[in-house]
């Protein structure tokens, strides 16, 4: 195995833990605010390592290029999710957990 | 693959059951979303990218934004519906669908094998395109998709004929990233759907795909509370880009018979050039179409304060 193989691979398995603790955070967490920290995690950090991973272990610069894109589009979607979801929360009246 | 495919299997006939029979609405429709998505993928573990493609965009993208916005405009009620356990009429239709699906299994046993795949193959040089698909339905059943556009625009017409289109509700809570993310990822939708056209022509892609990607972010666009600069008046551009496909192609049937060409026959040299042209008119009808399907009604003469006053 070469040492970009391996780095790719270490990557993907890296951003595996966030995916986990994010669903656990969204299983176990007591309210819409936390849930949603838990998830952005999931998307951005997670998804950017599995990207990132999956972009060296191709060893193609379109296809890593391509993956790049997948993960900005993500970035802008859930950060735009999750800002409805939370403003919609809070005019719902919706108390964040422990105030 | 084995485990995933069971996995897959598993998880639509449950969410089937989930968008059926849960209690509640949001829920079934997020259930049936959902069931697209998954339905998508299993499209691609069949080898049918082209189906995939299109299921996802349309049938978990606009159906799925079509029933949320039938969904918002029903009153609100907390009825649960009958519980599955006190439905009589289960004891019908649950055997009913099971006997349906054995005659469906049989049916798919019976079909001649190797199917028609020999026969396109042979005549894809002649077809213009590298792209099996596409040149099954650009070329050699150019007709059956002249219908289909045609069931399309009729199904535009009869929804304009029905009066003009409810104005879309302002989003409850107002968020200018919400804004701004329709008016980052048009142009993206664009980009995405003139490479699904072009690549039609050699691979997974084409027309329907790429009208329905673009559809998808017409409809994104609208829910994100922009307003189209397309208007539906008598001579406007919506009903031009409704109709360009139907008429595009129907030109394209009569003119190779000025060509001295059967009905409907491209000259050889020129079918490539032909079906590049059909695509791009077709595309562009399907996105309007889609569109139009979502807004339930004819899109007014102009848009702006007065049309959402009327």
Known sequence: ?99 | MLVFDALLAGALIWLAWQATHTPGLFRSVISFIVFGLLMALAWVRLEAPDIALAEAAIGAGATGALLLSALGRLAVTHEAGTPWQERPDLYFWIPAGAALLGLLTLAAWALPTPGLGDDVRRVLPDSGVANPVTAVLLNIRAFDTLLEIGVLLLATIAIWSLGRMPMPSAPAVRSPALTALGRVLFPMFVLVSAYLLWRGSHAPGGAFPAGAVVGAGGILSILAGAQPWLTGGVRGPWRILLSLGFATMLAVAWGVMALGQPFFAYPPGLAGLIVLVLELAAGLSIAMSLVALYLAGQPPDHWGPEAARR
């Open chain 1, 1 to 99: 195995m070469s040492l970009a193989n391996a780095i790719g691979l270490l990557c993907v398995l890296l951003g595996m833990p966030f995916f986990f603790l994010g669903t656990l955070g969204l299983l176990r967490f007591p309210d819409a605010y936390t849930r949603l920290h838990a998830l952005a995690k999931t998307d951005n950090v997670g998804l950017g390592l599995v990207c990132l991973g999956l972009a060296i272990l191709s060893g193609s610069l379109a296809i890593g290029l391509k993956l790049f894109l997948i993960w900005v589009l993500m970035l802008i979607a859930s950060a735009t999710g999750a800002g409805l979801i939370g403003r919609t929360a809070l005019a719902r009246g919706m108390k964040p957990w422990g105030l």
